[in-house]
């Protein structure tokens, strides 16, 4: 037998132990960041819920953000990253992937339209996680083109027609963003992360050139701030207060939606959230099903 056909009945071997892996009657998560942490910041608290409960979550970096740091960059930067995002999924109990994108190149062409719709049918998806399609920097805004570009022809036979297309939409959701046109963000749910804080914080510590050493954005300076390396302890405290302020700020910017999902007791107590949009396109779900696919409110 020729060394490449030994290795297609491996590949192919593999192919069904992930087949057989995936055939549960759990939910199937995935989460698409522009550059190595996006989606971990924006997402992690809720991925790690999910993961708690047994459900498959993977976040996927479309690019590999190999020049995402102010003193590194290329192959050793997206090297380093993608261990980080690696890392940071061993905490979360979750599944990671980068993919070989140049950092600042991404383009909302046919090719990569193909990649993100390959991907979602892959992952047998129920919940397609993105940016939205505007925003501060091209490779978030591409992101959230693409997925959307792929929202429909997941379900069509004939394009990428190596990967069983789906049998029914996923339900496509934005994560959250600050940005006002053409219209602001609107949390159509909104997720406590009160309890599941803590791991995700375990996870952000790995991603340390982006939150230690300020990723495209920092400097020595920056570095300065932070408490030294060797005290890690220190690092951790600093991490958690900077969290603490953010996740804090997205549970008080959208109250009133943890109100309406916890009720006025339980919701006015969450410390911290994270929150989704839901894109017109893809599957339209009521509240009913929202639950379903959030099968965590009151906990």
Known sequence: ???????????????????????????????????PDDAEFKTAGTAVKW????????????????????????GPLAERRTAEVTAAAKKFGTHAQVLDIHD??????LENRKKITRLIREWKA???ISHRPWDY?????YVGVLVQDAAFMVTVPFICPDVPPLKKNPVFLFSSDGFTKPYPFKADIAVS???????????????????YEGGASGSEEFVRTVPP???????????????ENRQ???????????????????????KFAEVFEICEYGRRPNKEELKKLFPFFGN
């Open 1 to 35: 037998m020729s060394f490449w056909r030994s290795c297609l009945l491996v590949w192919v071997g593999l192919l069904g132990l992930v087949s057989t892996s995936m055939a549960d009657d759990k939910l199937r998560i995935i989460v698409f960041g522009a550059h």
């Open 51 to 74: 993961a708690r409960q047994g459900h498959h979550v993977k976040l996927v970096s479309v690019t590999n953000g190999d020049i995402g740091h102010w003193q590194m960059a290329g």
């Open 104 to 109: 600042g190149e991404l383009e909302p062409n």
């Open 126 to 128: 129920d919940i397609v």
């Open 137 to 141: 920097h091209p490779d978030h805004r």
């Open 193 to 211: 992360v009160d309890d599941s804080f803590e791991a995700k914080l375990a996870g952000l510590h790995e991603l340390a050139s982006q939150v």
């Open 229 to 243: 390396a060797a005290d890690e302890a220190g690092r951790k405290a600093w991490l958690k207060q900077r969290w």
């Open 248 to 270: 804090g700020g997205e549970a008080n910017r959208f109250r009133d939606s943890l109100l309406d999902w916890y009720g006025p007791e339980a919701g006015k107590n969450v």
